[in-house]
């Protein structure tokens, strides 16, 4: 099966910073006429170049490596990124550098400090108990910013719901925590064990890479991906000016 016969694609992009060495990117693509699963590329663990600006390019070659299939990817027309990573900041950390901060009395919660942590991050922690990292606090920070400033270099990707409410070719943050057993090394639900490739390990950053890229395929899909359970859209009555952070449903 090759590449060019994908419906859908997905790629995911497990952050590990500016000087990180364990970048890992993971690509599945989806064939409608089969309903299947084509796990097309799972990068060793790499380093971007010092010498030139990461893209698109950058982030696939240790996964594909081969250059016809590298095309392909590039030329599927519902192609989606999903990076484990902040997309954006709290909007009241970028009033507060803007030096419009009208300050906020301190917060009974950690979570709600709106200079720490987004809505949507609120939203998590409200419905599953989860708080993730938060991007101004702590070391996240890293990683958000690498993958931030790609997104210029993203080609024709864009970030969704941020800056379009949805597109056939997306950047979207996504979040392989919620989609496992327990903490970050544990494994899968058992839902969505049989959808991974064997040689994975639970707990590394390949691993986390392929779910990424599950959650990816799934949006670039538009939901139709039927072995996988839907994802979790933006809320309607919340802004999408902090992004959102997509993820599988839970029940």
């Not at 240790?62 to 900041?89: H, K, N, S, T, Y």
């Not at 702590?138 to 997104?151: I, K, V």
């Not at 990424?212 to 899909?221: E, G, I, K, R, V």
């Amino acid at each position: 099966m090759t590449t060019e016969h994908m419906d859908a694609i997905g790629i995911g992009w497990d952050v590990r910073g500016w000087q990180g060495n364990a970048q890992a990117v993971a690509v599945v693509g989806w064939q409608a006429r089969e309903s299947r699963l084509h796990w097309l590329g799972i990068s060793p663990l790499f380093r971007l170049s010092s010498r030139v600006a990461p893209d698109l390019d950058a982030l696939l070659r240790p996964a594909l490596q081969d250059e016809v299939a590298l095309m392909q990817v590039l030329a599927c027309p519902r192609l989606a990124l999903g990076i484990d990573a902040p997309l954006a900041f709290p909007r009241a950390l970028a009033d507060l550098l803007a030096g419009w901060g009208s300050g906020f009395p301190v917060p009974q919660r950690e979570i709600d400090n709106p200079y720490a942590y987004r809505d949507c991050e609120r939203w998590l922690y409200q419905h599953y108990g989860k708080k993730p990292l938060s991007a101004t606090f702590d070391r996240l920070g890293n990683n958000a910013t690498l993958a931030l400033s790609m997104l210029p270099r993203l080609g024709d990707l864009q970030l969704v719901p941020k800056r379009a409410r949805a597109a056939g070719r997306a950047v979207l943050e996504v979040y392989p925590a919620l989609a496992k057993m327990g903490g970050k090394a544990s494994a899968v639900r058992p839902e969505l064990q049989p959808h991974l490739p064997a040689i994975l390990i639970p707990g590394t950053d390949p691993y986390d890479a392929a779910l990424c890229a599950l959650m990816a395929l799934q949006y670039a899909a538009e939901g139709a991906v039927t072995s996988l359970p839907a994802l979790v859209d933006l809320p309607e009555e919340m802004a999408p000016d902090e992004g959102w952070v997509y993820h599988f449903t839970r029940d």
